[in-house]
């Protein structure tokens, strides 16, 4: 897992770890870290030109310690700083002595925006953003917003300094203007707002620069993890010698309509396609889901007479009417894990939910979540952390949050978010989420724990997004979950090769084909 800590952790880490270090070793080794980015970044530094946007404190201190070594390389390199008397002193002097300039403000500017700032920017190859570090809050001061909008017109990349200045480190939510980064570089830990939007989509590629913090780290709890292949590859069920479509799991689909067919069809799939050992689907679109899946086995009546299942998706493409109400009662008063999702959440009683012992997954996106909280879609997409743990806490339910970045909250919402990193626009398809939900629910009905199933749905559905892109119709997205379940599967987390795998080595050895 990639874990992302508070502002509060990072900080009593880094306390614990100066204090066994000499003076100002921690910000040499991110200076370090950072030049070392933008180098890379510019692809060659001797002759190139580079703007350092300094606030005060350290951020602007690593910044210009950073500049200080570009310098020396051959970079030319020019530091503006935003508050000249809280400028970093020591760094400051290690600019000059490398043969870096300072550009002070003039006390008449023009526009508000230094006089020779703009000619500097406008000839820059890349732009250093250290204005405000990882304890800042809303967005920034307008001389800070004045000089930004003459590097946006410029075209000129930045490289953020831990975090884009003007997002929040711990939240993720962007109150205000913010820097747009091409590439941010941060430190010993990565922040909340790194993996999560908005502010993810002002972070650009992030790279994390090791300065010593992981001991420091280790009996912290993180805020946000994010999931890697091999930890999603552990989670994926195996089928045994001795297992049979009972052992493997059987999934109930509550979903589609006279009205929607479709629904139905593309829960199905992505059901099929999601480790259990059989679909049983009970609704009104029988006929659409055995002409395009016939290895299904439907029912046209209620839920409760289906048959035998380990976890029920109820929801998507039901209606509003009175039989989508009474299909929801009736899967929610079964003791087994339940996926709900896009009408289910609509008809679905709060108290139906939080009652339940049986594991609960809602899965809205921002507009359901805003009517599950009695609040607006903007409000829930400007602050997706703190939504997502209020819907946990408020249904006692695990949470799926989709969107621009998924998020995944416990039941209570007090335990780390999972956010999910393989999304796509691509996604941004009708049907998309039906899929998702068919995916999950078998997952559930393998035996997985709901934020597991939750975790590992979100992280094949978009990976099987990226794949099946540009044709990203919904049936096209389920299509590819084949091929990444078997690209996941094969990252065992003991170094172990699917049978799959193994037996294509062998072939090719043994002179085969494939």
């Known amino acids: 897992m990639r874990d992302a800590y508070s502002v509060q952790t990072v900080r009593a880490a880094e306390r614990e770890l100066m204090a066994r270090l000499p003076p100002g070793t921690l910000m040499k080794r991110a200076a370090a870290g950072l030049a070392a980015a933008c180098a890379g970044l510019l692809g060659r530094t001797y002759g190139t030109r580079i703007v350092l946007l300094v606030g005060s404190g350290d951020n602007g201190g690593d910044a210009l310690f950073a500049g200080a070594l570009l310098a020396r390389r051959g970079a030319g390199v020019t530091a503006v700083p935003l508050n000249p008397e809280r400028t970093h002193a020591a760094g400051l002097a290690a600019l000059r002595a490398a043969g870096g300039r300072v550009v002070a403000a003039p006390s008449a500017p023009v526009e508000g925006v230094p006089a020779d700032v703009p000619a500097l920017i406008h000839r820059a190859d890349l732009v250093v953003d250290g204005i405000v570090g990882i304890g800042g809050k809303g967005g920034l001061r307008p001389d800070a917003v004045r000089i930004l909008d003459v590097v946006r017109d410029a075209g000129v990349p930045i490289v953020a300094v831990d975090l ?28 909340p707002g790194l993996l999560v939007d908005p502010a993810r989509e002002h972070a650009g590629a992030v790279r994390l620069i090791d300065i010593g913090l992981g001991p420091h780290l280790e009996a912290a709890e993180p805020v946000v993890r994010a999931p890697r292949h091999a930890d999603v590859a552990a989670l994926l069920p195996r089928p045994a010698a001795e297992s049979d479509k009972y052992r493997r799991g059987v999934v109930g689909i509550a979903a589609g309509s006279a009205r929607y067919p479709g629904a139905a069809v593309l829960a199905v799939a992505g059901a099929l396609r999601g480790g259990a050992g059989a679909v049983r689907y009970a609704g009104p679109a029988t006929d659409a889901v055995i002409a395009r899946f016939p290895e299904a086995l439907v029912s046209a009546g209620p839920p409760a007479e289906a048959g035998r299942v380990q976890a029920w998706v109820v929801g998507p493409g039901l209606g509003d009417g009175p039989e989508a109400a009474e299909a929801v009662r009736q899967v929610l008063a079964f003791d087994l894990p339940v996926l709900v999702d896009a009408d289910g959440l609509r008809v679905m009683g709060a108290e139906q939910v939080r009652d339940r012992t049986a594991p609960t997954v809602l899965t809205p996106h921002a507009g359901e979540a805003a009517a599950l909280l009695g609040t607006e879609r903007e409000e829930v997409e400007a602050a997706r952390l703190a939504s997502v743990r209020e819907l946990a806490r408020r249904y006692r339910a695990t949470v799926l949050l989709k969107g621009s970045t998924t998020l995944i909250a416990e039941p209570g919402g007090d335990r780390p978010v999972r956010v999910n990193p393989t999304g796509t626009g691509w996604l941004a398809t009708a049907g998309s989420g039906d899929v998702l939900s068919g995916l999950i629910g078998s997952l559930l009905a393998a035996g997985l724990a709901a934020p597991d199933a939750a975790t590992a749905g979100a992280y094949l559905h978009g990976l099987a997004g990226r794949r099946a892109a540009p044709l990203t119709g919904a049936l096209d997205v389920a299509a590819a979950l084949r091929r990444v379940w078997a690209d996941v599967a094969d990252d065992d987390p003991h170094g172990r090769r699917s049978s799959r795998t193994t037996a294509l080595r062998r072939g090719r050895e043994a002179g085969g084909g494939t």
């Open 164 to 191: 884009p200045s003007g997002v929040d480190a711990d939240t993720g939510e962007v109150r205000g203007v913010a820097v747009r980064a091409a590439a941010t570089v941060t430190f010993g830990a990565y922040k």
